[in-house]
């Protein structure tokens, strides 16, 4: 019963930037990963940023050094800060989240519902 809520996509020139966001609601107890995958059209599921509880923050090769994940505790949210975007970029992006509900014994993976960013002059 929970619900991941993503914002922030668009389009956007190349070397602009954007910043998606990404809402965890529901009954919550904790969220122990949360990451951001991306799909362009006839590519696989990539994924791009993560961050595991108690670990550092890691990235996709093609993104390191231009996207910055992070995560607010309070507000259950994860943000995607893209920089220096690239035609490349252009996919569909996606929160996921492992998060264990309220009243439950282990996490559960979760799913937004995707946000388009168009990267294109």
């Known amino acids: 019963q929970v619900l991941l809520t993503e914002s922030g996509g668009g389009l956007v020139q190349p070397g602009g930037s954007l910043r998606l966001s990404c809402v965890a609601s529901?009954?919550?107890?904790?969220?122990?990963?949360m990451s951001w995958y991306r799909q362009a059209v006839g590519k696989e599921r990539e994924l791009v940023a993560q961050?595991?509880?108690?670990?550092?923050?890691s990235y996709a090769d093609s993104v390191k050094g231009r996207f910055t994940i992070s995560r607010s505790d309070a507000k259950n949210a994860v943000y995607l800060q893209m920089n220096s975007l690239k035609p490349e970029d252009t996919a569909q992006y996606y929160c996921n989240a492992y998060v264990t509900g309220a009243g439950s014994h282990w996490p559960l993976s979760y799913w937004g519902q995707g946000t388009q960013v168009t990267v294109s002059s």
């Open positions: 529901g009954s919550i107890s904790s969220i122990n990963v």
């Open positions: 961050l595991i509880t108690g670990t550092s923050a």
